[in-house]
């Protein structure tokens, strides 16, 4: 399904990724962890085409979607939506209108330009926002919601788009536990009951062994650790972070409360 193969973003002298290569070959929930600078973002930004890889290709059912430009591009950009830590929404603008900028590659420039909506999509947008627990919300500024809530927002705007693949940017980075939870949760449903790929930065190393089938470990821009929850031991752990890191904050910062996850049906291996 997905294939990452050689995936390399320069910056000048500075090489961000390097060489990184993973396959998904069905929908799965992969976290990616690793310390800050280890090209986790990048990864992310090049999966969504928000970045364009120095080197390396990516291919998701066949067709080469690191080569796509134009419309084509920002097709891909709606079948792989993108979730931010500062979960850029227009603060002043009322929740249930941020939630249909999801549709916007799919409107006339007309339509966007007059805020035009048709009632099936304000109808889904709602049904999004109740799905994630803040319907009640769809008339308020987004300014005025917490970070929590907020944060749902996006998860629902990038909804919108019916995205096969979900990229999410750190989304509890700036959250307290209670809500860095009810985002995890959000995430993993959407896993689970629309069978959609989320692939996740992530903080703390606890999150990622509750809430991913798999983890991709990142140091230095390379892909040092690809496996299961169950194979993220301390050492390995180490290897990421590296021998001398005091990784007890990156695996205990967010205190999220133990999450049951079903047994996925298939794992990929690393």
């Known amino acids: 399904m997905l294939v990452v193969d050689g995936l390399t973003k320069r910056f000048g002298d500075k090489v961000a990724v390097d060489h990184a290569s993973f396959t998904a070959e069905k929908p799965a929930m992969i976290g990616v962890i690793g310390s800050s600078g280890a090209g986790k973002s990048t990864l992310l930004r090049m999966l969504n085409r928000l970045a364009d890889a120095s080197d390396g290709t990516i291919t998701y059912k066949g067709e080469e979607v690191s080569a796509l430009k134009g419309a084509k591009r920002r097709a891909w950009q709606s079948r792989c939506a993108m979730i931010f830590q500062q979960f850029n929404l227009v603060p002043r603008m009322d929740v249930v209108s941020n939630v249909l900028h999801g549709t916007l590659n799919r409107r006339s420039t007309l339509a966007t330009l007059f805020n ?32 929590g809530q907020q944060q749902r927002v996006a998860i629902a705007r990038a909804l919108m788009q019916d995205p096969e693949i979900i990229l999410a940017d ?8 209670m809500n860095a939870q009810i985002v995890m949760d959000a995430l993993r449903r959407i896993h689970d009951e629309d069978g959609r790929t989320v692939i996740c930065n992530l903080h ?5 062994r509750r809430y991913c089938d798999r983890v991709i470990g990142m140091r230095m821009g390379r892909i040092y650790f690809d496996g299961t929850p169950a194979q993220l031991t301390t050492g390995v752990a180490r290897d990421i972070y590296g021998a001398g890191a005091d990784f007890s904050e990156a695996a205990t910062s967010t205190a999220i409360e133990p999450h049951k996850r079903p047994q996925p049906a298939q794992r990929v291996p690393a």
Do not use: V
Request: aromatic letters at 2%.
């Open 170 to 177: 750190e989304p509890i980075a700036s959250l307290d536990p």
């Open 116 to 147: 035009l909506y048709p009632q099936t999509d304000i109808h889904e947008a709602i049904e999004i926002l109740d799905r994630l627990g803040i319907a009640e919300q769809a008339t308020k500024r987004a300014e005025a919601l917490s970070g």
């Open 204 to 208: 703390t190393l606890d999150t990622a």
